[in-house]
């Protein structure tokens, strides 16, 4: 198995970042390849399918895969806002009208179709399998690190550069936990060739997508290594769906 983080750009114009683990020492995962720069459709799905070549994979993809609403907000994206408002985690309204005609998470969805992928919001427990799911960072950070609110990484109005920096320093120290987390996460090769100090632009949006595409990928392992007892699942497969990861009763508690 190997498992693929995608966070999708609404948009071909703007880059993707994607990364992928596979198995390291003992019960370790590993990152063994990762772009910030993907930019066409064809590019994505030509990573995805070189990392995974012709054997298994899970792929989590931050972007919504069905979107059948043509205005409005789809059932799962109110449902999980509603769970984690306290924590500032909602989701974005997802419709047709926003992100089509054509929407791009379920073009990408169609095109690893024919590459074999199925899409499916069950995952079941340490089952082989060459899927695609949707995905959602900012509730998982909340599951998995504990946090009472979401890191302020993202450009927003009124919020600083320096700020932004020093969330996503922060963020980077997270992903470092997951080393002691079940399963264990050692992303060191790729964490220590990040620093924020002094980025801007669209170098600093580069390093947040690379940093939310590792988290994907964390969070596709996750959700397979543990099966249902560790994710949640918002919506179906007809209206949309988000799966967040949860805390399974084997893992150890939240640190930092």
Not at 220 to 234: N, P, V
């Amino acid at each position: 198995m190997r498992f693929v983080g995608l966070d999708l750009a609404w948009s071909s114009r703007n880059p993707s970042g994607a990364v992928v683990l596979a198995r390291a020492e003992g019960a370790s995962w590993a990152p063994v390849g990762w772009s910030a720069e993907l930019q066409s459709d064809e590019e994505i799905v030509a990573f995805i399918t070189e990392a995974v070549g012709e054997g298994l994979g899970l792929v989590a993809i931050d972007a919504p895969l069905v979107v059948p609403n043509e205005t409005g907000t789809r059932p799962c994206d109110l449902a999980l806002s509603r769970a984690y408002r306290k924590a500032e985690a909602g989701a974005l309204p997802a419709n047709r009208r926003r992100l089509g005609p054509v929407v791009r998470g379920e073009e990408i969805v169609r095109k690893l179709g024919c590459h074999g992928f199925v899409h499916s919001p069950h995952v079941e427990r340490r089952r082989p399998v060459r899927q695609v799911v949707e995905v959602y960072p900012h509730p998982a950070m909340v599951e998995l690190f504990g946090l009472t609110k979401t890191l302020k990484y993202k450009a927003r109005k009124g919020r600083s550069l320096e700020e932004r920096r020093q969330e996503l320093a922060r963020y980077i120290e997270l992903l470092r936990s997951l080393a002691k987390r079940d399963p264990p996460l050692q992303a060191k090769e790729l964490l220590s060739g990040i620093s924020v100090s002094g980025l801007r632009g669209g170098t600093l949006k580069r390093v947040e997508d690379l940093l939310d595409a590792c988290f994907c990928a964390y969070i596709a392992l996750y959700i397979w290594h543990h099966g249902e007892r560790g994710y949640r699942c918002f919506g179906d497969l007809k209206r949309g769906y988000i799966l967040v990861p949860v805390k399974a009763p084997s893992t150890p508690a939240a640190l930092g």
